[in-house]
Structures are given as structure tokens and as C-alpha cells.
């Protein structure tokens, strides 16, 4: 039988608050070695509270997390010996330059440069021939590679890194993950959060998760796999009226904007035929309806609408209860 060593990442009922804002709701977690594992989830659904605690950052609330076998309250000091952590802001020294940085951050844990080069060498080489420059006149992608070099430089056993693409230009998020699947080869755990929904498909496994609640923990195709019914792409000439139309439609479940289309799934009594004669009859015109696969933005919107209604019904069910 499995046990928490098993699992570099093991959460049991994870909960955290903040006065009366409830960051983590009792969440289940555990993510095995050496996989690249995603936390995705919108702006204030627990990313940041959740990586905080893992990296002994903060307490939790309630419940228990070990990273590696160690206890984050209990053993913190092992903890942070064995993990490496980019937080979502720049927090490297600016008045230090990239090569003092990183021999700052090796001497910290004990090690040099040269010891663990093999494994910073393809990041860092893209910014070793500005090291000489000061840490705070970097780009935003170079410093995104002297913050992951210094998470690295003493070999970690597991990689935290809280939306490390975010206000980075679309390149450098590429690099990113080019460089996060060679650092997963070396053996190394990788937990990345992210709010970037199309960045899920290039990790192993993804938690979606929102209010502080995991609504869905699988691989990126077993979640787009199991979108339940058909999708489709709806456009008009008037995208405003339509999208107003679509949601008052009781033949519709449900109905969001994505890009220049909606995206909608309808009842089992209405198919695509059946929906285009009734936008026709409100006098839409340059009607395209479309199948579509689900992305991933499509699933969490799906799995957020689920949660709300149980949720609100386990609220109607204890109130009624009173």
C-alpha cells in the first residue's frame, strides 16, 4: 500500500482561512515523482495559499501536508532543504547581478555553481552573457530564467513555481515550459500553478480547482474526454443579441462566450437543426453552428456551473433543515 513518501506532494483536508474567508476547503492531493503537475484555477481560488503552505511559507488552518515525506508545521526546516520555490513575484536581490544572485542562492544551500550546472546549464545559458547585469534591469523573461536557475542551482527534490508566466510575453511562456519538461527528466517534482487555461495541456496531470475547492483532478485529456454531450460553436451578426437569446433559451444548458463564438451545449430534445430554425425565427442572420472537442476552459466552466448548483442546493437543504 502507498504511503505519503510515495507521493513527493500528499495533502489530507488542507484547509486554510483568513478570517472569515474560507482560501482552502479540506482539499486531497497527491501528486507522484517526478510528474509535472498543474494547478489551474482563476485569480483568488487558493493557488497561492496552497504553494504557501507546501513551501512552509504559512500554516495551514486545518489538516496535514508533507512534501516528501516531511511534515511542512513539523519538519519545515527539511522541507525547505529539499524544495526550490519561484514565487509568482520577482523576489531575487535587484541590486545584485545575475551571476551574484545565483552564487548568493548556491551558497545559501551549501553548494556552487559548478557543482549543479548540468542541471541550470540550458536555462541560464540564455542569460549568462548578461550576468555581469544588474538582477533589477532584466526583461521580464530573463528573469523569469535567473529566478528558476536559482530555484535549481541546489537540486531540488521538488519545484514549486506559483504562475510563473504571468505578464511574460508569449515566447518566453513557451521557453518556460520547454525548459519545465527537462527539468522534469532529471527526476524532479514540478508543481505549477497557473491561470492560463491552455498551458493544463502541457502538463501530466491537472488539479482545476476554485474557491478553494478541487473540482476536477485527472490527466488533460481525461478531463476534456469527460465533457458530457456535444459541444458546439455558435456565431451570428449580431453576437451581443445572440449571446442574450442563447441564455433565455430553455432548449439551451448553458452558454458562454469564447472569442468570436459561443460556445453552447443544448438539451437531449434540441439538436443543432432544431437550434438553427429557432435563432432563425428570431431573425439572426449568418447563422454558423458547429461540433466542437471541449478545451480545457470549456471543462472548468462546465465543472464551476456543477459546484455552484450543489453547492447552492446543500445550502437551500441545511437552511430548510433550521
Known amino acids: 500500500m502507498a504511503n505519503k513518501v510515495d507521493f513527493p506532494i500528499h495533502l489530507t483536508s488542507l484547509t486554510r482561512r483568513y478570517g472569515d474567508v474560507l482560501a482552502l476547503d479540506g482539499i486531497d492531493l497527491e501528486v507522484g515523482r517526478g510528474e509535472l503537475f498543474g494547478l489551474i484555477g482563476p485569480d483568488g481560488a487558493g493557488k ?16 496535514s501536508a508533507t512534501v516528501d515525506g516531511f511534515d511542512v508545521v513539523k519538519q519545515y526546516r527539511d522541507v525547505r532543504k529539499i524544495i526550490g520555490y519561484m514565487p509568482g ?8 547581478t545575475v551571476e ?12 556552487t555553481i559548478g557543482e549543479n550546472y548540468d542541471l541550470v546549464k540550458d536555462i541560464y545559458s540564455h542569460i549568462e552573457p548578461f550576468k555581469h547585469r544588474l538582477a533589477g534591469q532584466l526583461s521580464g523573461g530573463m528573469k523569469q530564467k535567473l529566478a528558476l536557475s536559482c530555484a535549481l542551482i541546489h537540486r ?79 456565431r451570428a451578426s449580431d453576437m451581443y443579441q445572440l449571446m442574450k437569446d ?5 432548449e439551451v444548458e448553458s452558454a458562454h462566450l469564447f472569442g468570436q463564438y459561443a460556445h453552447v451545449t443544448l438539451h437531449e430534445n ?20 458547429n461540433g466542437i ?18 453547492m447552492h442546493r446543500e445550502t437551500r437543504r441545511l437552511a430548510e433543515k433550521k
Open 48 to 63: 497561492t495559499s496552497m504553494m504557501r503552505i507546501l513551501t512552509t511559507m504559512i500554516l495551514p488552518t486545518s489538516g
Open 156 to 234: 531540488p527534490r521538488v519545484l514549486f513555481l506559483d504562475e510563473p508566466t504571468t505578464g511574460v510575453d508569449v515566447v518566453s511562456r513557451k521557453e518556460l515550459w520547454a525548459m519545465l519538461r527537462g527539468i522534469k527528466e532529471q527526476g524532479i517534482t514540478i508543481l505549477v500553478s497557473t491561470p492560463y487555461m491552455d498551458e493544463a495541456m502541457l502538463c501530466d496531470r491537472v488539479a482545476l480547482i476554485q474557491q478553494g475547492r478541487f473540482l476536477n483532478i485527472d490527466t488533460p485529456g481525461g478531463i476534456t474526454r469527460s465533457f458530457p454531450g456535444q459541444l458546439l460553436e455558435v
Open 293 to 310: 472537442d471541449p478545451t480545457i476552459e470549456d471543462c472548468f466552466i462546465r465543472e464551476m456551473r456543477t459546484d455552484n448548483a450543489e
Open 100 to 111: 551574484e544572485n545565483l552564487q548568493f542562492f548556491a551558497t545559501v544551500f551549501g553548494t
Open 89 to 96: 513575484r520577482f523576489s531575487l536581490y535587484t541590486d545584485l
Open 246 to 250: 442563447l441564455r433565455t433559451m430553455p
Open 270 to 289: 434540441c439538436g443543432i437543426q432544431g437550434l438553427n430554425e429557432i435563432l432563425v425565427s428570431r431573425n439572426h442572420n449568418n447563422i454558423e453552428i
